[in-house]
Each structure stands twice: as C-alpha cells, then as structure tokens.
C-alpha cells in the first residue's frame, strides 16, 4: 500500500484554506483548478515518509485491536514490523492480537520476539506468562512472572498470577509462603485469602478451606466467585440450604455466570423446589446453549413432571454433543415409549444394551415394546435374558437408586444411574488470573453500554436475525458513483480477503487521485478513498480526505456525517488512553449540527447527534434527539436502546422498560437482560 498513510499536518490543508479565503476574488472554475491543485500536490509527499509512517500504522493498528478487529490489527502491526523490524511494540501488539484470536503458540512467539529487542518491559513478561498458562505451560509461566518481578516487585497481580501457577503445578508449599508474603504486604486482598482456600481444598482440608473463604467475604463480601466458591464446599456436604443462599448471592453479583445457575439448581431439586430448579436449568441454558449439565438435567426434571416431548428435546441435544453418551440415549428410550414412540424407543434400547448386554432395566423396557407391537418372539427373548440374570444373582436384583441421588458426569459406568442429576466431575475453586489480557476486549463493554453511531461502511454488515436494512438516499447515490456502501453502528470485522480487497481499493483510488486531470473524478475518488480507510479502522485518514474533501463541498452531508463518525470513533480509543477528548467531542457536535441543518430529515444523524448528548450526560437533549429519529423511523432499534439509557438515568423507568422492550424485538437482545434487571431493581428483589 504505497499511499495508504499521509503524515499528519501536513501544508496542504492551510494552503487549501488560503485558497478558500480568497474565492471571492477568483472565478469558481480557477478555484477549483487551485483547490485541485493542491490535492495534487499532497500526494507527492516523499513516499519513504508516508509509506514508512510507523507511528501512524501503530496507532490504527492499536485503533483496531481496540475495536475488536483482531486479523485488521495483525495485518497493520505486519506492516509496521515490515518498515522497523527492531521495534518491540509491533511484535507486543501483534502478540496480543494473536491471543485474543486465541492463539497463544503465536502470541508466545511473538511476544517472545518482543522481550528479545526489549527485556525490560514488564507487560511483555506478563503477555507471555498468560499465553503460556493458556497452554498449561505453568512452568514458563512462573519464569516470566518471576522476572517481570525483580522489575516490579510491588505488582499485585504478578504476584497472584505466579501463586495460581504455583497451585496448577500442585506446588502447594510453596503457593503457602508466597500466600503469606502477599498478605503480609496487603493484608486485606481477599483473593489471597480465596487462593489459600484453593490450597486447601486440594489439600482435603475443608475446615481451614472454609475459614479461608469466610476470612475474604469478610474482606469483600460483595465477591460473586467468592460466593459461589463457598457453595462448592456447602454442596459437597448437602448443606442444600446454605448453596442455595451462597448461590443467589454469588447470582446477584455475577448474573451472567451459567455454571452457578446449575448448582442452586441441584440445590433447590434437593429441596424439593423442581420449579425453581426449571427455571435456574432454563436460565442456564439461555446463556450457555451448549451446557451439557443445564440439558441433561433438565430433560430428567422435564421427564419427572411429565413435560415428556420438551424433555426429548433436551436429550436429542445432548445426544448431538455426545452421540456415544449411552445414559442419554437411554432415557430418550424411556421417553420415546411413553409418548407411543415404541420403534424409536426399541433403537435407543437395543443401541444401550449392545454397550451393557446385562443391564437388566433396559431388556425390561425394550420386552415391554416388544410386545405392544406384537413381537411376542423378541419379548419373550428379552425377558428369558432378565430371568436368567436374576436367577444367576446370589444377592438378587440390585435396588434403584432414590431420586435424590447425583452421579459425575464422568460415571457412565452402570447404566442403573441413567435416572439421577448429573454433576460436574470436580468442582473447583476456580480464582481468576488478574490480567487485563484474561479475556477479549468485549469484556470492558458493560450492560449499559450505549450504541454507538451510525457510519459508512464499504462492507456489507453482518445480521443474525434482524431483518432491518439502514438505508439513505445520499448515501445510496454515492455508492452508485463506485464503491459498494453500507450503514452500520460497528464496522464489520474483516478477514484477511476482505481486508486485502480493500487495502487494493484504496491504492487504486489513490492512483486515480494522483493521476486524474478531472477534478470532480478526483474529489469523488477522495470519498470514495476516505469511505475505504474508514472501513479498515484508519480513522485519522479518512478524517484527513473528508476535511480535504469539505474544504471543496462544504455542503456534503455524507461527508459531515461521516467525519463526525470517524472522529467519534477516534475520541472513544483516545479516551480509553487516558486522553481529554472533550474538545474533539465538541468538534463531532458542530459537524453533526451542520449535516443536521442541512438534512433535517435524516435520522441516523439525529440518532448520532443524540449520541453525543449521551455521552456528555446531556439525557434530555439525547431523549429528545433520539424521539426525534423515531419519529423518522421508528424500526432503528439503536434509538430505542438508547433512549431506554436516557430514560433509566432520568429515572422514567416505565418508558424505559417500554424501549428497551422494542429494541429487544428489533434485535438488540441485550436490552431483555436490561429489563430484567431495571424491573427487579424496581420491584425490591
């Protein structure tokens, strides 16, 4: 890419404002030869400077590992490590892309490549100690974190990183002893006191586990994984009331963990509440579909109270994730006779028995087909078999086990637990690693995180259910003038084709900006080429054509709108960093008020506007924007979720709940999660 980056403040942007300046005392024709003039000659800026710019490739680079937009951001630190292959952070940043893709061989290589240009850098130490833990490397792990602390022998969260290694690799003395140098330092972090509860817990010391984790809640009882630790130990010792209650607790904290939804539904089953424990299975499962527990679970409780269809359901589930899981299989034999199914039910049957040719239960149940159907030779069979079996057993028939029985998931040895709860094989206190690399970037986002604006886009954006297609007439007809544009809130994440055909896009429509001698071809190739650099996440450079291109059209609504979006977008990374953007949020205002003038009829520009007063905690000026884009089109679910946040703030409740409501059934299913935490809070629960 030869001209894909312009370095920052360059002449060409005053002599163009000079030349505006003087327009009355010029033709309008020889303006614009001026105008275009200079556009020439911006292009002609020595070609090893913009093309060897590797402050501004690290910077989008950064832009759009911050995005999310992990195999783009790769592609620019390749450039960067291309033009100066001695820099760490290209390798740093690259390393850290590859781990969010997961994977960790690469990021460990890269990172490794980092360290070798600069070994002092303690986040590089950290990097690796996580990518190597991800591939139970603990060893390695314990080497960088070790390092990473003769830098910084006060961070806390090294420290607790390289006592979890310590625990993996069953290091249990020495986990101790630096347990007790933590503390010793900071006596009141509650994770430390979790981690020695670990210890002990592999360690078969349940009383001092459980002395532990009452010491950290007594710390921070506003832990969820506290909590829920707690209630491993409560479960073990069928203390059902107590897991319960830690449960919906550590439920409160963490709303969105399915595993603790699991585990006060063993609870309340144990209780005898099978209607709280439906609804804990069924949350479980809304937010983790593929929870073999939550479905097998389920289909034996959905089994219990007659619900048989719904529970074979469940069990053709499981069974697609397992299909040798012969427990499943069996029960769905079960339920398949019950509802008149008997050929389906003898399949499942005999599919178990020829894995258990003695197990007794299942001869019974597939004789019992037999001869409904009038296969009275196959019956008679069958229950020759059962006969032999029990005449041959001196104790006699084994009893069935009671209902309120669990097995491991694990033992699927005896065929005769094919009726009782699944429970996890071992079930750990699990601590966290404390790094801010432990999970994707989405994680930062919380559930009360607005939507953000509607831009340009030249690839077609993804939608999984919704039907809603953003459409603009402006936007339309410049799409006719070359390339393809779409209307998004977030910039489609691109692969490396895609990536790659757009890369060439931009440098084709730079050589027609070079080359061309028209100047209205030229200024349509400039926001066609600001509209491609958007779309790959290049924000400040598509910034710098659309300004170019304003200082021709100042009228462009497409134009305004759409440097409006990129300077958000630019504002959003630079804040993350620390940086005081609120002049520049100003900035995105005036060109949004602009294009608002200028098309009054135009929603997703009020919606952006809105978005700015959001942002800026103006709710009733946002409110009002945002009832004003509806009132354009009342399917942009984006003004709906939004407006919902509005409301929540200015304490409407109701209307917000009514908003989020409709953005639900548009396609943000976020805003259900809303709801129900907004009505319970208003409800006292």
Known sequence: MKNLLRPAGSKWQSLAAIALRGCHHVRFRELTCAVFLILHFSVFIPAAKAQFNTDRLLMVGRSALYYEDYVLSIQYFNQAISAKPYLYEPWFFRSLAKYYLDDFAGAEADVSQALERNPYVVNCYELRGMARIRQKKYAGAVADYTRALRYEPDNKGLWHNRVLCRIKQEQYDSALCELDTMLGHWARYAPAHNMRAEVFMAQKDTARAIEALDRSLELDPYDGHTWAARSIISLSRQEWLQAEQQLSKSIHLLPKRSDN???????????????????????????????????????????????????????????????????????????????GDLRGAIDDYTKVIDEYPNFLTGLSERAECYRKLGMRHQAERDEFRVLQAQLDRRAGKKPKPGKRQTRKRGDTDDPEKYNQLVVADEQELNNEYQSVYRGRVQNRHTDEQP?????????????????????????????????????????????????????????????????????????????????????????????????????????????????????????????????????????????????????????????????????????????????????????????????????????????????????????????????????????GD
């Open 451 to 683: 939507q953000t604006m509607y831009m340009v886009s030249t690839v077609r954006p993804k939608r999984d259910v919704s039907t809603y297609v953003a459409y603009d007439r402006s936007v339309d007809s410049l799409a006719r003038q070359g390339l393809p544009l779409y209307l998004s809130t977030r910039q489609p994440q691109l692969s490396e084709e895609q990536s790659a055909s757009i890369f060439s896009a931009i440098d084709s429509l730079t050589k027609a900006i070079n080359t061309s001698s028209n100047t209205p071809q030229a200024t349509s190739a400039l926001l066609q080429r600001s509209m491609a650099y958007a779309t790959t996440q290049n924000y400040q450079s598509a910034i710098d054509d659309l300004t170019t291109y304003l200082l021709i059209d100042s009228t462009s609504v497409v134009a305004l709108w759409q440097r409006a979006a990129c300077q958000d977008r630019v504002n959003e990374f630079q804040a993350s960093e620390g940086t005081d953007v609120r002049m520049k949020t100003a900035n995105v205002l005036v060109d949004l008020e602009h294009a608002a003038r200028l098309a009054p009829g135009n929603a997703f520009i009020l919606y952006n506007r809105g978005c700015i007063y959001l942002q800026r905690a103006d709710y009733a000026e946002a409110e009002a924007d945002f009832t004003r884009a509806l009132a354009i089109d009342a399917r942009l679910a984006e003004a709906h979720y939004n407006r919902a946040l509005c409301r929540l703030r200015l304490k409407n409740t109701a209307g917000a709940v009514a908003d989020l409501s409709k953005a639900g059934e548009l396609g943000i299913y976020t805003a259900y999660a809303l709801i129900k935490k907004h009505t319970a809070t208003q409800n």
């Open 261 to 339: 939804y699991v585990n006060r539904a063993l609870a309340r089953y144990n209780m005898n509440n099978l209607r709280g424990a439906m609804n804990d299975y069924d949350t479980a499962i809304d937010l983790d579909p593929n929870s073999f527990i939550g479905h097998y679970n389920r289909g034996l409780l959905r089994a219990q109270v007659g619900d048989d269809n719904r529970a074979i359901t469940d069990f053709d589930f499981v069974l697609r994730m397992e299909p040798g899981n012969t427990m499943a299989r069996f029960n769905r034999g079960v339920l398949r006779a019950q509802t």
